[in-house]
């Protein structure tokens, strides 16, 4: 289901329209439902049952933003293209924050079909990695929810308790997507 979702989400954003803020009301009841029952179970001392909660979304799944696009704006630092490195100084600050909206609409990710494809793919890649290593008991889901804009390495160790693996583990997800 989740999968399902990021991919519309992402669809969404393909035409310049906010597919995370579109799936929202879908989505986020359920993450909630679920992020709560992950805090009960943690406080007592209980596995923790849910892998899909709203901070897996905001520091797995939307890595720098919806499309997962922080890699790409390092990326444009390096480019040899005066503009695409501009846009890539430019949009790098933003995109520690999560927000990605320079790098959509400036690159242009929206309309273009040569960037959908690894914009709708790399959530996609990055959520089953995630997931992944969550199920192998590497690093451990999410029970807090921390602001969006948080840094995701600083959210993923907020949002798991404190644990240093699932900060150290976006930092991985990040250099394979």
């Known amino acids: 289901g989740i999968c399902l979702i990021t991919i519309i989400a992402q669809v969404f954003w393909c035409f310049g329209l906010h597919g995370a803020s579109i799936t929202q009301p879908v989505r986020l009841p359920f993450m909630q439902?679920?992020?709560?029952?992950?805090?009960?179970?943690?406080?007592?001392g209980e596995a923790i049952p849910y892998t899909f909660v709203q901070p897996f979304w905001s520091y797995i799944i939307t890595l720098g933003g919806g499309g997962a696009t922080f890699g790409l704006c390092l990326l444009l630092l390096r480019s040899k293209s005066k503009q695409l490195k501009t846009l890539g100084r430019l949009s790098i600050g933003p995109a520690i924050f999560n927000i990605n909206e320079p790098i959509i609409f400036g690159l242009p990710i929206v309309l273009n079909p040569i960037l959908?494809?690894?914009?709708?793919?790399?959530p996609i890649v990055s959520m089953g990695l995630g997931a992944l290593m969550i199920s192998t008991g590497l690093v451990l889901p999410?029970?807090?929810?921390?602001?969006?804009?948080?840094?995701?390495?600083?959210?993923?160790?907020?949002?798991a308790s404190g644990s240093w693996e699932t900060a150290i583990s976006v930092c991985f997800v990040f250099i394979i997507i």
């Open 142 to 159: 999410g029970t807090l929810d921390v602001g969006w804009t948080t840094p995701q390495p600083i959210k993923a160790f907020l949002s």
């Open 33 to 44: 439902m679920y992020l709560a029952a992950n805090l009960a179970a943690y406080t007592a």
């Open 116 to 122: 959908v494809i690894p914009f709708i793919l790399s």
